[in-house]
Structure formats: structure tokens, C-alpha cells
Nanobody
Framework: EVQLVESGGGLVQPGGSLRLSCAGT????????LNWVRQAPGKGPEWISR????????DYADSVKGRFTISRDNNKNTAYLQMNSLNSEDTAEYYC?????WGQGTQVTVSS
């Protein structure tokens, strides 16, 4: 089955860190660029980061630049999003996306 599966979300205090994972199955994961998109309650989707297929180039939205780091291990068919210095505005459902293929999402809640 072709799918993306996110994991690693949870509840974290302001200033804390989380690392999200995105595992791809059923296709040649390493041939595709990958994006992370989030959606906060009551808001539309927000693109936050992209990594090209080789992992050699990355890009970030201004809202997360300097705090989040995207990476991938194509040998493991997995991408990651390291999130540091989290604040309440980072509370959202986080999705990894390849083309029009979306994962099911993982919830990140930043709260004291």
C-alpha cells in the first residue's frame, strides 16, 4: 500500500523540542521531494518545510526558520522534522506530503 505515516507528536511545554518522523511505504521514497505541512485549529494548511529527494537542499517557512530542521534517510524511507524552541503557535496537526499523497497527521500541542 502506498502511504506516508507520521509519528512523534505529543504534548510539549513551551521552549521544548520534538522530532517528528514520516515513513513512506509502497513506493520509491527516495525519488521524491517531501514537504511538511501543518494545520492549526480553525486555520488553513501552512507549508513549513521542504527537502529535495537527495536531501541536499532544504527550505523553510519564515515562521519556523532557525527552529525547525528537516532531514531524511532514504535508506530507511523516512523523513524527519526536528522542532526546537516550540511555542503555542506551533500547536497543530503536522502532515508529511509527497505530491498529492498525505499522511494521516500527528498532533503537536505546545502548552504549559
Amino acid at each position: 500500500e502506498v502511504q506516508l505515516v507520521e509519528s512523534g507528536g505529543g504534548l510539549v511545554q513551551p521552549g521544548g523540542s520534538l522530532r517528528l518522523s514520516c515513513a513512506g511505504t509502497g513506493f520509491s521514497f527516495g525519488e521524491y521531494d517531501l514537504n511538511w505541512v501543518r494545520q492549526a485549529p480553525g486555520k488553513g494548511p501552512e507549508w513549513i518545510s521542504r527537502i529535495i529527494s537527495s536531501g541536499d537542499m532544504t527550505d523553510y517557512a519564515d515562521s519556523v526558520k532557525g527552529r525547525f530542521t528537516i532531514s531524511r534517510d532514504n535508506n530507511k524511507n523516512t523523513a524527519y522534522l526536528q522542532m526546537n524552541s516550540l511555542n503555542s503557535e506551533d500547536t497543530a496537526e503536522y502532515y508529511c506530503v509527497i505530491g498529492d499523497l498525505w499522511g494521516q497527521g500527528t498532533q503537536v500541542t505546545v502548552s504549559s
